[in-house]
């Protein structure tokens, strides 16, 4: 036994007897205490964009992915769950705005908008989310069109809102412009307008797309073709 080991005979009866007392005091103290929570308002606004150009300190890209990370990761704490339907949708929208500012080519932000922030149970958060990527998309339709097309989704199959999917359809044939994005993509306005019962504009719109030549796929061009000849066919119904 080392020379500061001491054996547990040499403890004192009263301090051994108090051992249980301790125990179950703790014991007694830790059920008592309130579950570890946490308010989704707790998310902060993010610093003004001078600031974070400083911390950024000439890597702005590896920024951005710091807090993206960082505000992806809030609503997941140690002990904690908070919903995404819980958190302070203006706040998210500033932070993801910001790091979209430091990187501009950055596709995750926008993502996240699309794809996990809009696509909470809470119609008055969806539309907040959706109007926020239509907004970056108009900054780079012929990039960022993924996440507009994934509007359109939500807005037509999620919020059963077809003038919301008909304005961000409409958004993608108006600026998507890069011959090298699917064809789809630009056509989506036609067939929301089918879903609306506008059958004549959207026989206007599908007779234009052929006409003009832009449908080299023949597989594509037959299939719209045909999608044509069954609106001529339907008498507008």
Do not use: C
């Not at 301790?22 to 946490?38: F, G, N, T, V």
């Not at 951005?64 to 958190?87: E, Y």
């Not at 922030?117 to 012929?142: C, I, T, W």
């Amino acid at each position: 036994m080392g020379a500061r080991e001491r054996s547990i005979a040499a403890v004192p009866m009263s301090v051994l007897a108090l051992l249980p007392l301790a125990l179950a005091a703790q014991l007694y103290w830790h059920h008592r205490l309130p579950a570890p929570s946490a308010s989704a308002n707790e998310l902060a606004a993010p610093p003004p964009q001078p600031v974070l150009e400083v911390v950024a300190a000439g890597d702005r890209v590896s920024l951005a992915k710091v807090l993206m990370l960082r505000l992806q990761g809030f609503d997941n704490q140690p002990g904690i769950s908070i919903p995404f339907r819980a958190l302070d949708y203006r706040r998210v929208i500033a932070w993801l705005s910001a790091i979209l500012r430091l990187d501009e080519r950055a596709s995750y932000p926008l993502l996240a908008a699309a794809r996990l922030y809009g696509e909470v149970s809470e119609p008055a958060k969806q539309r907040m989310m959706l109007e926020f990527v239509h907004r970056e998309f108009l900054k780079d339709p012929n990039r960022r069109w993924p996440w507009m097309a994934h509007a359109v989704f939500v807005a037509r199959h999620r919020l059963h809102d077809m003038p919301l999917a008909l304005r961000y359809a409409d958004a993608l044939a108006t600026h998507v412009t890069d011959p090298g994005v699917p064809s789809w993509v630009t056509q989506m306005n036609i067939f929301v307008r089918v879903d609306m019962g506008e059958v004549e504009a959207a026989k206007v719109l599908l007779g234009g797309l052929l006409e003009s030549g832009r449908i080299a796929d023949p597989a594509e061009r037959r299939f719209l073709m045909r999608r044509l000849e069954e609106l001529e066919q339907s008498g507008g119904k």
